[in-house]
């Protein structure tokens, strides 16, 4: 009984060791560039936040002002080929936030070109920008006046 009473105790001392040391490493606090958390992210994302900026400049200019929008998704895209360029054709929705109102939300479509600025394999040239144009911008579902 002795023995069996020494090595629950022994296990329970171990086991507040264990559980001590890993909540401690839990409330650490990371220097510099640590990375906080790993994600994973679609190829979708990754398109989506190249094109954020100018997503925000086809929406201040459809509205005349800043507003938020979020949670944006690819409906549709397509992959124009011709001789002398290749350019995606992507249909975007967005959800808008009302300016006065939390509930006021409204969902707009985007249907923009994306021109690659690489046609071919040859180009070398790393300073070349993509050229994104603005084909439609629809309001599905409209913000209440």
């Given at each position: 009984m002795?023995k ?8 329970i ?6 559980s ?13 560039n ?5 994600m ?16 925000n ?13 979020y ?13 002398s360029k290749?350019?995606y054709?992507?249909t ?21 070109n ?5 046609q ?5 040239d790393?300073s070349?920008?993509?050229k ?10 409209p913000?209440?006046?």
């Amino acid at each position: 009984m002795k023995k069996y009473l020494k090595y629950l105790t022994l296990s329970i001392a171990v086991l507040v060791c264990f559980s001590v040391t890993q909540t401690s490493a839990t409330y650490a606090h990371p220097k510099g560039n640590t990375v906080y958390k790993t994600m994973y992210a679609t190829t979708e994302d990754i398109f989506l936040d190249t094109i954020h900026s100018k997503l925000n400049k086809f929406v201040l200019n459809q509205y005349g002002k800043q507003v938020h929008w979020y949670e944006p998704k690819i409906v549709e895209i397509n992959r124009l080929v011709s001789q002398s360029k290749c350019t995606y054709q992507a249909t975007i929705m967005i959800k808008v936030q009302g300016e006065n109102n939390v509930q006021d939300w409204g969902i707009d479509q985007i249907t923009l070109n994306y021109d690659s600025p690489y046609q071919n394999s040859e180009v070398n040239d790393t300073s070349l920008e993509p050229k994104i144009e603005l084909i439609d911008y629809k309001h599905v579902t409209p913000l209440a006046k």
